[in-house]
């Protein structure tokens, strides 16, 4: 009879510590989607920000030695990301298939004046530093006028912000979540030996000393989740490299690096805190209590 019930017993742990990594498995599962998508959202806005260009329209007297070597200045300034450099022929034949005729013929001469477009680098796109840019390259002698979209800049700055603010918000509310069916999990796990830990601590055990196995059982758990949660993020990563290959993904090693040790880490601190929390409770409850 007795051998009937340890085996029975043991089941029951068993299946308890395999409902605890399944639930922590899946949460960070989650957690560590909703972490790429945050990590990976800065990637696309600064993608999409190198797009933009200031164009710094030169004057006509401006030799084109003068201009290699302006352009050449110009790639060595902090900003720039890249600065590509457009002749007044080469605007006109651009303009001219645009607008689907030839407007030298009625013209006589070409109106448009050389340019260099200048890409800049993510963190320099925003209303102000542009505007900065703007009034230092008016200054310059080679150039004639500076020109770039403004509404556009402003609204793609108000909306990366917004974005990246609702972003941090779900993230928060999702790592809570996160916390408290890993907690849950790890409760009901210990609750099943409550009697155990009364029975240690009238022994004379220390809170400490009962405590221990716990958050190491507890972080093995966590760990073993956080592997199956890492499979099941390499998978995703993967087939999304495989069909948005634009995203760079496998390439993006840093972003990698921190998606594992975040996943990692937060099964750490989670199983931790839960476990020490959970098992600190039924630890200061009177026998009595344990029933309830």
Do not use: C, H
Not at 128 to 144: W, Y
Not at 154 to 166: A, E, P, Y
Request: glycine share 6%; hydrophobic share 45%; no cysteine.
């Amino acid at each position: 009879m007795s051998a009937k019930f340890d085996s029975y017993q043991k089941r029951r742990l068993q299946s308890s510590y395999f409902s605890v990594v399944i639930s922590i498995a899946i949460v960070l599962f989650m957690v560590g989607i909703l972490g790429l998508v945050l990590l990976k959202s800065t990637f696309v806005a600064n993608r999409v920000k190198e797009k933009v260009a200031i164009t710094l329209f030169i004057k006509d007297d401006v030799t084109q030695k003068q201009i290699k070597k302006f352009r050449e200045s110009l790639l060595k300034e902090e900003f720039t990301k890249k600065a590509i450099y457009t002749s007044k022929t080469q605007a006109a034949k651009i303009y001219s298939k645009e607008i689907g005729e030839d407007f030298l013929s009625f013209l006589g001469k070409n109106p448009l004046k050389n340019g260099i477009d200048i890409y800049l680098k993510a963190d320099f796109v925003t209303p102000e530093k542009m505007q900065e840019i703007e009034k230092r390259f008016l200054k310059n002698a080679f150039v004639a006028d500076v020109s770039y979209d403004k509404p556009l800049i402003n609204i793609l700055t108000k909306n990366i912000k917004r974005i990246s603010f609702w972003l941090l918000v779900v993230s928060g509310f999702f790592g809570v979540v996160s916390m408290i069916l890993i907690n849950s999990s790890i409760r009901l796990s210990i609750y099943s030996k409550r009697f155990n830990i009364k029975t240690m601590q009238m022994v004379g055990a220390t809170k400490r000393f009962i405590r221990k196995p716990f958050i190491w059982q507890s972080i093995k758990l966590g760990t073993v989740g956080a592997v199956l949660a890492l499979i099941g993020l390499g998978i995703v990563v993967f087939y999304i490299d495989k069909y948005i290959p634009s995203l760079e993904l496998l390439k993006d090693y840093l972003t990698l690096g921190y998606l594992v040790g975040g996943v990692l880490i937060s099964a750490f601190l989670i199983t931790w805190i839960s476990t020490f929390f959970a098992t600190q409770r039924f630890l200061n409850l009177q026998t009595n209590e344990l029933y309830y």
